[in-house]
């Protein structure tokens, strides 16, 4: 009986205790996401301001696929006189 109390503390449940510990991991990064939303919401603070500023400095840095440029970045001058939905 001593031996197979070892056998499930030790070897037996092993898979069973990694799924659990995913799960838990999983769980512990939800709840952190819901304390920044908390913190986000109860302060007023917005991070998308800053995370799309970041977004526009990095895309002003990077360069054109090809070149030269293809035809369909050819742009008509003047304002649209309409628009319709197909």
Same mark, same amino acid.
């Given at each position: 009986?001593?031996?197979?109390?070892?056998?499930?503390?030790?070897?037996?449940?092993?898979?069973?205790?990694?799924?659990?510990?995913?799960?838990?991991?999983?769980?512990?990064?939800?709840?952190?996401?819901? @304390?920044?939303? &908390?913190?986000? +919401?109860?302060?007023?603070?917005? #991070?998308?301001?800053?995370?799309?500023? $970041?977004?526009?400095?990095? @895309?002003?840095? &990077?360069?054109? +696929?090809?070149?030269?440029?293809? #035809?369909?970045?050819?742009?008509?001058? $003047?304002?649209?006189?309409?628009?319709?939905?197909?």
């Amino acid at each position: 009986m001593g031996d197979r109390i070892g056998l499930y503390r030790y070897g037996g449940v092993v898979a069973k205790g990694r799924a659990i510990g995913r799960l838990e991991a999983a769980l512990g990064v939800v709840g952190i996401a819901a @304390l920044v939303t &908390t913190y986000a +919401l109860i302060t007023g603070w917005n #991070p998308l301001p800053s995370v799309q500023k $970041g977004l526009d400095n990095w @895309l002003a840095h &990077t360069g054109s +696929l090809s070149k030269p440029a293809g #035809p369909w970045v050819k742009r008509v001058g $003047g304002q649209p006189s309409t628009a319709a939905v197909a």
